[in-house]
């Protein structure tokens, strides 16, 4: 049975998990997020919204990850123009057919965070991700190893950044997709794409230093580079695909119009 601390004179109850601070009700909730309690619902059915902790039978407490997640899910509503079930698959690891601008991958990352054990800094719980990926420990060291992710010390154990959990995750959906140690794939072949992103990523800070120095100011490069970063990963990542098209060989290019007609 898991360990549970109580203190109902400041409202919060934690568990062996980690702490629920301020518990609160449902009606609550309606009140912090100004989102009524059918609309939180559909949120829960869509998978959206983390599971409440559950003291006893017909009772259910909630917290700030809560509150956190459910302003996300307007925000990506209301700003991103994306639907519940573009958040879900997103969420669940499949690709989705539209541009996410700067504003709305802070708010995913909200969701993300609230739906694995995280330290309230944003680091993920190398244990929590093995209970959906069982490579999760072993190719987080490799990664590790590579420089293609940090892991860091945490009360419980690893813990990762919401990106390097992300990165973590798309690994192992390539090794579902059938990229792995049996057709001769290993975390290995990941090692190339870093020296690749460090050397864009080189040229492209230098290249932006010397147009924007002294002829902007701090917060208009700011706003530039959050609008503009995820359209030049989009841009890159389609002359990549064209080039890689290209160099696989036709034969591959005519099945793909073929299962694309």
Not at 167 to 187: C, N, P, T, Y
Request: aromatic residues 8%; glycine residues 6%.
């Amino acid at each position: 049975m898991e360990e549970q601390l109580i203190c109902p004179e400041n409202g919060w109850r934690a568990t062996g998990r980690h702490p629920i601070k301020f518990a609160m009700k449902m009606r609550d909730l309606e009140t912090e997020t100004g989102v009524n309690r059918e609309t939180i619902r559909v949120y829960f059915r869509y998978g959206l919204l983390p599971e409440p902790v559950r003291p006893k039978p017909n009772v259910a407490d909630y917290d700030q990850s809560h509150v956190e997640a459910i302003r996300a899910v307007r925000d990506l509503q209301k700003k991103s123009g994306m639907t519940l079930p573009q958040i879900r698959d997103f969420l669940s690891g499949k690709q989705i057919e539209r541009g996410l601008d700067a504003h709305a991958f802070q708010s995913l990352e909200t969701l993300l965070a609230s739906r694995v054990e995280y330290d309230g800094s944003g680091h993920v719980s190398l244990e929590s991700l093995s209970e959906q990926n069982p490579f999760s420990f072993s190719d987080a060291h490799l990664m590790a190893n590579k420089g293609l992710v940090t892991l860091l010390e945490g009360r419980n154990g690893p813990m990762l950044s919401l990106s390097d959990a992300r990165m973590l995750g798309i690994w192992q959906k390539m090794r579902e997709a059938g990229f792995d140690e049996a057709h001769g794939f290993s975390v290995d072949i990941l090692d190339y794409y870093r020296h690749a992103a460090e050397y864009v990523a080189t040229h492209e800070s230098h290249l932006f230093r010397e147009r924007v120095e002294g002829r902007i100011n701090e917060q208009k490069a700011v706003d530039m580079l959050e609008q503009a970063l995820p359209l030049m990963l989009e841009f890159f990542g389609l002359l990549r695909l064209k080039s890689f098209l290209a160099k696989i060989g036709p034969d591959f290019a005519i099945v793909q119009d073929k299962e694309d007609a």
